[in-house]
């Protein structure tokens, strides 16, 4: 799979475990600074695995929710991000659906639920998707 994150001035994201392979890509570099505990969280959006490689490659966890779940009632917000000019922009392709990436599956499921739109997120908690005993106010104890 042809899949690497470039950038242009520092070039190939490198997997932070091993530098001779890949970080993977479109969030690659994302998922190699999550990995290398930069970030404690991160998002991305996935098509065809943009999100779901690089987690995997990175030895971190992801979601790509189904297509559409994440869209507000009125098909509104959370499928747009911002471009840079700071104008709200649909995402590439329709079936592109934003998604969380982390280093264990309970908090992949803690941002799933605070990426969700507002009426979805009332609806659900985490403990739907994934049995835990962590919460925000203890996060830093783990």
Same mark, same amino acid.
Request: glycine content about 14%.
């Given at each position: 799979m042809g899949c690497h994150s470039y950038n242009s001035l520092h070039g190939t994201t490198l997997n932070p475990f091993n530098h001779s392979l890949s970080a993977?890509?479109?969030?690659?570099?994302?998922?190699?600074?999550?990995?290398?505990y930069l970030l404690c969280l991160s998002d991305g959006s996935d098509m065809m695995g943009s999100l779901r490689n690089p987690a995997e490659w990175n030895g971190l966890y992801s979601l790509r929710p189904t297509a559409g779940w994440?869209?507000?009632?009125?098909?509104? !917000?959370?499928?747009?991000?911002?471009?840079e000019d700071g104008e709200l922009v649909? /995402? %590439?392709?329709?079936? $592109?659906?934003?998604?969380?990436? !982390?280093?264990?599956?309970?908090?992949?499921?803690?941002?799933?639920?605070?990426? /969700? %739109?507002?009426?979805? $997120?009332?609806?659900?908690?985490?403990?739907?998707?994934?049995k835990t005993t962590r919460t925000w106010a203890n996060y830093s104890k783990h």
């Open positions: 993977g890509g479109s969030s690659g570099g994302a998922a190699a600074a999550l990995s290398s994440m869209e507000e009632e009125d098909g509104g !917000a959370s499928t747009k991000s911002r471009d649909g /995402l %590439p392709y329709p079936i $592109s659906t934003p998604g969380p990436m !982390a280093r264990c599956p309970e908090d992949v499921a803690m941002m799933l639920q605070t990426m /969700l %739109p507002g009426g979805k $997120s009332k609806r659900m908690h985490h403990s739907s998707i994934i």
